[in-house]
């Protein structure tokens, strides 16, 4: 889910308020309404995992589900540094020069690279390959980009970059995803995960299913997040009568900084 940018709205909450509750908060927190922003193509990082080369023996593929909602390009690059306007650059390109395949739109497409392409592992020290380093450079980078009539959407076409890092355990290289960005419209977005939103978007609300109202009232459906700790526990009602009272997460009890309200779809609207 996007962040929009500190400051971009300038409706505090309460401001004006004389009452004195508003007078016992500690200070003003902002309250904003979330924007949709459309990602075309999204990799799913849960699913993203390197599989034995059975054709190459030593060499690792890259492998995971995707969907996408219009034609895309994926390229994989190792060890990217990711630079001005989201432009990957391949750090090692004399070794592993980036892979790129196109895709027609459909969901839960599954995507591995061919066989001969993959990463020998065991060449590389295990440091360099579990840590970004101090130049931003990403042992794994897979660029996403949306593809309309088979050619990049605009001047900046709108793409989904993951970057991860391969880490050992138990003897055994994982790919651990370290962040996404969204590049939509020429701007840039980095994802960061909202907890309780599982709950709360799948299907519609019942008010007898625990576990997707608000804690506050423990009735209405959960639609706002606390940020920057990013608990979705509340309706947009009592946030904004909480911030009267105190500044703390009613989970976490850290510092609100900004309430952000996100409207979730259930789907049966297209």
Known sequence: MPIPPLATHANWVGRGSRSGAMMRSSSYVEHQKAVTIRNDVNVKKE??????????????LVAFTFDATVAASITIIFFAKEGED???????????????????????????????????LSAFHERELSQNSDKNVYPLAVMAEALRSGKPDS?????????????????????????????????????????????TAEDDFDGNDPGKECVICLSEPRDTTVLPCRHMC????????????????????????????IKISNGTNT
């Open 86 to 120: 989201c432009c990957l650059t391949p750090m090692k390109e004399n070794l592993h020069p980036p892979i790129t395949m196109h895709f027609r739109q459909g969901l839960a497409q599954k995507f591995i690279q061919p066989s001969g392409t993959g990463i020998h």
């Open 47 to 60: 699913t993203l995992r390197i599989e034995p080369d059975e054709g190459d023996p030593g060499k690792y």
């Open 155 to 199: 001047v900046y076409p709108n793409s989904q970059i993951t970057q991860a890092v391969f880490e050992k355990d138990k003897g055994e290289y994982h790919v651990k995803v370290v962040k996404q960005i969204l590049r939509v419209n020429g701007m840039r977005y980095e994802l960061q995960e909202i907890y309780g939103i599982g709950n």
């Open 234 to 261: 509340m309706c947009s009602e009592c946030a904004k009568v909480l911030t009267l009272q105190t500044n703390k997460c009613p989970i976490c009890r850290q510092p609100v900084e900004r309430l952000l309200e």
